[in-house]
């Protein structure tokens, strides 16, 4: 079974300040994905970013930037130039690869507040 | 951008009535789902559906769920005989291959 674990249940940060959220799993497999996904208040959830496992190269979506550890099954978040439409509940999801219809397995969130 | 959708946006029931929750995935994904989340925890898979049939589900989704697909756009969840425990936000998502999953914004089901 895979588990996913947010440790920071809030963080603040001020506007056009960086934040790193972090994110860690366990998981026996070897082909997966990792996203984090983004819930505003409005409780959507928005993806926001995807990483392959087998890709080494960390992926980037404009302000939004991951730090992924395989072997120590890391998958941090990093937010930059932080704008308050950035204040958010932040998830970290894992997915098997075997499947096309692979279920999601969230943590427990990250509550990201952005102050002026 | 296509985008899921899901209706209605807030449901209220009494407990013990039968619920039908909406969805129309986006149109050319082959791969549908449900999540639930109690309001301030995580999310929780709920059930996956492919060609027609249901591919996977949680421990959540006894028989009191179903699942529907009864035209070529909609995705349905439904609820027999609701309970208290039942209230939570409902996320439907949808996927099409090597893609990651979109979600509609969600219908909140309220059991009174």
């Known amino acids: 079974a895979q588990t996913v674990t947010q440790s920071q249940p809030e963080m603040s940060v001020q506007e056009a300040e960086t934040v790193t959220l972090s994110c860690t799993y366990d998981?026996?497999?070897?082909?997966?994905?990792l996203f984090w996904y983004k819930q505003p208040p409005s409780r959507q959830m928005i993806l926001v970013i995807r990483?392959?496992?087998?890709?080494?190269q960390n992926a980037t979506e404009n302000r939004f930037s991951v730090n992924f550890q395989k072997a120590a099954k890391s998958f941090s978040l990093k937010i930059s130039d932080s704008q308050l439409g950035d204040t958010a509940m932040y998830f970290c999801a894992f997915m098997i690869a075997t499947d096309s219809w692979g279920k999601l397995q969230f943590g427990a969130g990250t509550q990201v507040v952005v102050t002026p | 951008e296509p985008e899921v959708t899901q209706t209605p946006s807030h449901q209220v029931t009494q407990m013990g009535q039968e619920v039908i929750l909406r969805c129309v995935p986006i149109?050319?994904?082959?791969?549908f789902y449900w999540y639930r989340q109690i309001l301030g925890q995580k999310v929780e898979f709920l059930v996956s559906f492919y060609n027609n049939e249901i591919s996977e589900k949680s421990e959540i989704f006894d028989d009191q769920f179903s699942v529907e697909r009864p035209d070529g756009s909609n995705f349905t969840l439904k609820i027999r005989s609701t309970k208290l425990e039942d209230s939570a936000m409902y996320f439907c998502?949808?996927?099409?291959?090597?893609?990651?999953?979109?979600f509609g914004d969600g219908t909140r089901l309220s059991i009174l």
């Open positions: 998502a949808s996927s099409g291959p090597d893609q990651p999953q979109h």
């Open positions: 990483q392959e496992a087998y890709k080494q």
């Open positions: 998981t026996s497999e070897n082909n997966y994905y």
């Open positions: 149109s050319n994904h082959l791969y």
